[in-house]
């Protein structure tokens, strides 16, 4: 694969994408607005899908979803495994914004116009040197109440600058730049099982890397309640009829490409399957998330609501919303990422906590790299280490490795990396997922695992 | 000379070369094809005559012209547009091709305008020497953007593009063809290209300027000169692992399992025969038994929306493509990063979903209506007329049993008047939709 990435292209086509998914919403109607219904069926989608289903309760009641296919109905009825939720800053988020050492004379003289001022703030209570970046406001809430741990400066050994590369060190949890299946791809590989789809998913509109299994199947869908096929003219029994005909369709085949399309199409129709219950329900979401002009908020109630219904999801992974790649006019944007992602992470624990759910699920917040410590008057290039969360009920609430300050930087003027995220890794496949980090983190052996549980 | 295929050549074989070399047959054209034996087939699409459009003129979602280099996303349908009209298939696949190859995203270049200039670079030199190919490339403003080369001047070599045009455009990474040495050597000799700023339109003026090229002597595999930007792309296309690269990259796009070593080598003497010609080594590609025996290909969604379109004749009268091509994980003018599109990861349930979409969207304006339509009540008939809808693909027999048996199950549910007269209209669109979206139509 290319290194390069000089002009961002991966993340700006996330962006893309997510415009492209936008527009989406206003193009082919998921379900039936306006679509007629044949005379005497005195049925509406909604119930004949619950009723073809056996769903005799929506999504609101937990746990009681009825008649999946085999395979997910024993995933699910199992006992609850926890959840591993990965939320990615794209770009290289700022570590020296995210968590800034507001009175350090170096900062300010690295950063004359985009220091931040110590008063804007809270104090991080674990290193009083440090503080949130005000849109982070809701990450110090939690924190408070010992539920995020804070990582000041993860990274690697010779941090490779180029986005494409380091995400993509991030994503196969290893710096090999050959490694095709994502970290949390194997772990499925390891512990997964091939009938259940939705043990990873990639909430986006299509795979994110880290997600990249090898042997098991995994799914990535935008919201559930968009998981649906819709074909014109067909509608009642017949287009019951038409969904039953994708299994079939999806039947193993002798020519290798024409059998990885037929898999592509049961591995889609299970995970229709799977979210039918969400087709043209609401997710009965029971506290507020931010209403803004971003899917992610949107895409975390999905999340809990998903888990709330007992789905057998393992890992997840989603993109966060903003731009986190700022070269230049880099205050306002980091502050509008900032400020939606970390209220609706807040939202998202606190949906969790209502629904009794908080002590299953930990996310973990990680960017490919922080930026250069030295601005370049109104923005900053890329960096090395940068800042990574983990938040959720379970998750410690101490600081992981310490703040190296800003008169300690390497040789190419950046933060130096007191914790690996491949230890980060092998902590949350041993403390959290119940796995051999020797299973799926090449080299595990040689990492020193933080504490990252309680 | 590479071997050649001495099988049956008729209509099966006849819409595969129309999918790998094109955007798959229009009703008729795999029947009308297979009519000239293989060879004929083959040289009808390496040696198309001049270029027509046929069809119905594409038009935005309001009924207007296309505006390619003003209207986001009309880029991407002028394009498509091609793939579909076109009389050259071969020609624009190549396009396609070049593309991929020298993946360039209007991410890091802006203007449309000169997007579309690279895409006119790729459909001239489609089938032409991919020495000259390489060399205009080296210098087309787009590509300049996209890999640094107006940033690469003496006093700050920039190794983006050298690095590159040997990793991924002609050599090779891990051959062992070049070290970081030859990378920072080939950055010195490319430098010297410059451009401008205009604040209405963007980047303008390229150009070499001479004093920012560094003329010094550069040692490149091993060679030692004052080396500038040609002899950065003639050392490149003469270098001994170039011909290997060359003709195992091609053929990927073609057939998906590997050459066998004996016609590797045979395309590459081939290649080199012909200093560097593209069209011979296609034609032996085209000509090769491994793309009539071997096994199927997963399209790509550009391939796919395209030969829907053809198939039903239909131009482009929406702009839907743009989302639901993108959607489905390939938007034109964008790939991923500078390695182009991974072939191999087409499908997820996501990338599924967004083709059921884009065979939704393809039939939805001629969709039958229960009310009016008049279908016979019998399931071979439904299917024998979903074909000849879709322009009579070859299909499976396993998914043509499965689409007949949905057929009858769907019609078995008729238990009231109603719903004898007007289910056989909504099993017949659901069989187009079926038919449309099942791996047999996302492979050719």
Same mark, same amino acid.
């Given at each position: ?50 009723r ?11 746990g ?11 995933a ?24 800034y ?14 220091a931040l001022?110590?008063a804007?703030g809270?104090v ?21 109440e ?11 050994t ?18 090999n730049?050959r490694?095709?299946s ?23 509109y ?7 299994s ?11 309640e ?19 005909a994708?299994?079939?369709?999806g ?17 889609s129709?299970?995970?229709?399957r ?25 895409q ?12 057998p ?11 986190y ?23 998202f ?11 299953r699920?930990l996310?973990?917040v ?13 923005g ?14 379970r ?14 930087l ?7 990396a ?10 949350l496949?041993e ?24 | 000379?590479?071997?050649v ?7 099966p ?13 229009r009703?008729?054209?795999?029947e009308r ?19 027509r ?7 935005d ?9 003003d209207?986001?996303g009309?880029?991407q ?6 793939m579909?009209?076109t ?11 070049w ?7 209007q991410?890091?270049?802006g203007?449309?305008r ?5 895409n ?10 991919f ?32 690095r590159?045009?040997?990793e991924?455009f ?6 062992g ?30 150009r ?5 090229h ?24 003469h270098?001994?692992?170039h011909?290997?690269f060359?003709?195992?990259k091609?053929?990927?796009y ?27 080594v296609?034609?032996?590609?085209l &000509?090769?038994p @491994?793309? /009539? !025996?071997?096994?199927? +290909?997963?399209? $790509?969604? %550009?391939?796919?929306?395209?030969? =829907?379109?053809?198939a ?19 938007q ?13 990861r087409? &499908?997820?349930? @996501?990338? /599924? !979903?967004?083709?059921? +979409?884009?065979? $939704?969207q %393809?039939?939805?304006?001629?969709? =039958? ?9 019998n399931?071979?008939?439904?299917l ?5 809808f ?18 009858k199950? @769907? ?34």
């Amino acid at each position: 694969m290319a290194r390069s990435c000089h002009h961002c292209d991966e993340f700006s086509r996330a962006s893309l994408m997510r415009r492209s998914a936008a527009e989406a919403g206003r193009g082919l109607p998921a379900i039936e607005p306006g679509m007629p219904l044949p005379a005497g069926t005195g049925l509406d989608r909604r119930s004949f899908v619950t009723r073809t289903f056996g769903l005799a309760l929506s999504v609101y009641g937990l746990g009681k979803l009825g008649l999946f296919e085999e395979g997910i109905a024993r995933a699910a009825s199992g006992p609850a495994q926890p959840v591993l939720v990965s939320v990615f800053l794209p770009g290289g988020a700022d570590a020296l914004s995210v968590l800034y050492p507001a009175l350090d004379p170096t900062y300010l003289k690295l950063r004359p116009t985009l220091a931040l001022d110590p008063a804007a703030g809270p104090v991080f209570t674990e290193d009083t040197r440090l503080h949130w970046h005000p849109s982070l406001q809701p990450f110090a809430t939690l924190h408070g109440e010992g539920k995020v741990s804070v990582l000041p400066a993860v990274g690697y050994t010779h941090p490779d600058q180029s986005h494409f590369t380091s995400r993509h060190f991030w994503e196969v949890g290893a710096t090999n730049a050959r490694l095709t299946s994502g970290w949390m791809g194997r772990y499925l590989d390891h512990a997964g099982t091939m009938d259940n789809p939705l043990q990873g998913l990639s909430l986006d509109y299509q795979l994110q890397p880290s997600l990249a299994s090898t042997k098991v199947p995994v799914a990535s869908v935008a919201s559930p309640e968009e998981y649906s096929f819709y074909a014109p003219g067909v509608w009642g029994d017949v287009e019951q009829r038409m969904l039953d005909a994708l299994r079939p369709l999806g039947a193993r085949r002798k020519d290798p490409f024409l059998n990885q399309a037929a898999k592509a199409t049961a591995q889609s129709d299970r995970l229709r399957r799977q979210l039918a219950p969400f087709a043209g329900n609401g997710y009965g979401t029971p506290v507020p998330y931010p209403d803004v002009d971003d899917s992610f908020p949107h895409q975390l109630a999905g999340l809990a609501a998903m888990l709330a219904a007992n789905l057998p999801l393992r890992c997840v992974a989603i993109t966060a919303p903003g731009e986190y790649d700022t070269h230049s006019d880099q205050p306002q944007p980091l502050a509008d990422g900032l400020d939606v992602t970390a209220r609706s992470l807040l939202a998202f624990q606190r949906d969790l906590e209502a629904r009794g759910l908080a002590n299953r699920v930990l996310t973990l917040v990680w960017s490919e790299f922080g930026r250069r410590a030295e601005e370049n008057d109104s923005g900053t290039d890329h960096g090395a280490a940068g800042t990574g969360f983990l938040i959720g009920t379970r998750a410690r609430g101490k600081m992981v490795g310490e703040f190296p300050g800003v008169d300690n930087l390497d040789d190419d003027g950046n933060l130096r990396a007191t914790a690996d995220f491949r230890g980060v890794y092998c902590s949350l496949i041993e403390q959290w997922l119940g796995a051999d980090a020797k299973a799926v983190i090449p080299g595990a052996g040689s990492f020193s695992r933080p504490a990252l549980v309680k | 000379m590479p071997p050649v295929y001495r099988g049956p050549f008729g209509k099966p074989q006849a819409e595969r070369l129309l999918w790998r070399a094109g955007f798959g047959p229009r009703p008729g054209e795999a029947e009308r094809l297979a009519k000239h034996g293989l060879h004929g087939a083959v040289h009808s699409l390496t040696h198309p005559g001049r270029e027509r459009l046929r069809g119905p003129k594409p038009h935005d979602d309001n009924g207007h012209p296309l505006a390619p280099n003003d209207a986001w996303g009309h880029d991407q349908l002028w394009w498509l547009d091609r793939m579909v009209r076109t009389t050259q298939p071969l020609a624009e696949r190549m396009t396609l091709v070049w593309h991929d190859w020298f993946a360039t995203s209007q991410d890091g270049v802006g203007p449309a305008r000169l997007m579309l200039r690279q895409n006119r670079l790729f459909r001239r030199h489609a089938l032409g020497s991919f020495s000259t190919l390489l060399t205009e490339v080296t210098h087309d403003p787009a590509m300049l953007l996209w890999l640094s080369g107006v940033d690469n001047e003496k006093d700050a070599p920039n190794e983006n593009y050298g690095r590159e045009m040997m990793e991924l455009f002609t050599i090779g990474a891990d051959r062992g063809g070049y070290t970081e040495h030859d990378v920072r050597e080939q950055a010195r000799a490319l430098t010297g290209w410059r451009s401008d700023w205009d604040d209405n339109l963007g980047p303008v003026n390229f150009r070499y300027d001479k004093r920012r090229h560094d003329p010094g002597v550069k040692k490149i595999f091993g060679k030692k000169g004052h080396f500038d930007w040609r002899d950065s792309c003639r050392l490149c296309v003469h270098h001994r692992l170039h011909p290997s690269f060359f003709v195992t990259k091609l053929w990927s796009y073609f057939i998906p399992t590997a050459p066998p070593a004996a016609t590797r080598r045979e395309l590459e003497q081939l290649y080199v025969h012909h200093g560097f010609a593209v069209r011979p080594v296609v034609e032996a590609i085209l &000509l090769h038994p @491994a793309l /009539y !025996r071997g096994p199927r +290909m997963v399209k $790509s969604p %550009a391939l796919y929306t395209a030969g =829907l379109l053809r198939a039903l004749r239909r131009g482009i009268d929406t702009e839907a493509w743009t989302w639901l091509m993108s959607l489905a994980g390939q938007q034109l003018f964008y790939p991923p990063n500078v390695a182009g599109w991974d072939d191999t990861r087409w &499908l997820d349930t @996501a990338t /599924y !979903r967004a083709r059921w +979409m884009i065979a $939704s969207q %393809a039939i939805e304006k001629r969709q =039958l209506k229960p009310d009016k339509a008049k279908l016979p009540d019998n399931a071979s008939k439904l299917l024998a007329r979903a074909e000849g809808f879709l322009g009579q693909p070859v299909l499976t027999g396993q998914t043509h049993a499965e689409l007949k048996h949905f057929a009858k199950r @769907a019609l078995g549910d008729a238990n009231a008047k109603w719903k004898k007269e007007q289910y056989p209209a909504l099993i017949e669109n659901a069989l187009r939709q079926l038919m449309a979206s099942s791996p047999d139509l996302q492979t050719c």
